[in-house]
């Protein structure tokens, strides 16, 4: 079974950064798609950024578009989020879900085969 594990978040300031982190417990052993959600309190969980299965290809939306990174060591079997600008609307808990191959049009929770447990990210000044 394959576990996910985030790190890297706290508490910043707005206009702030931060960079998560993403390892897999283990190897998945096919080319997997990374995606990075968020949930705020009473809200549904989001896409925040997807990078497919080759590193090749990544999507943001709109809300995250030129601040939000997200990049992969595949021989590590680790993806990053990094996050600039951060603002007070981007706090929440941020998870990262894996799945075997896939695409950057996979931008809904239940596309993600594997999940990490959240890690909280507060912007407040």
């Known amino acids: 079974q394959v576990q996910l594990v985030e790190s890297g978040g706290g508490l910043v300031q707005p206009g702030g950064s931060l960079r998560l982190s993403c390892a897999a417990s283990?190897?998945?052993?096919?080319?997997?798609?990374v995606g990075w959600f968020r949930q705020a309190p009473g809200k549904e969980r989001e896409i925040v950024g997807v990078?497919?299965?080759?590193?090749?290809?990544?999507y943001y939306p709109d809300s995250v578009k030129g601040r939000f990174t997200i990049s992969r060591d595949m021989a590590k079997n680790m993806a990053y989020l990094q996050m600039n600008s951060l603002k007070f609307e981007d706090t929440a808990v941020y998870y990262c879900?894996?799945?075997?191959?896939?695409?950057?049009?996979?931008?809904?929770?239940?596309?993600?085969?594997?999940w990490g447990q959240g890690t909280q990210v507060t912007v407040s000044s």
């Open positions: 879900g894996a799945r075997r191959f896939g695409t950057t049009s996979m931008r809904a929770p239940k596309d993600y085969e594997y």
């Open positions: 283990t190897r998945i052993g096919s080319p997997f798609s």
């Open positions: 990078i497919n299965w080759s590193g090749g290809d990544t």
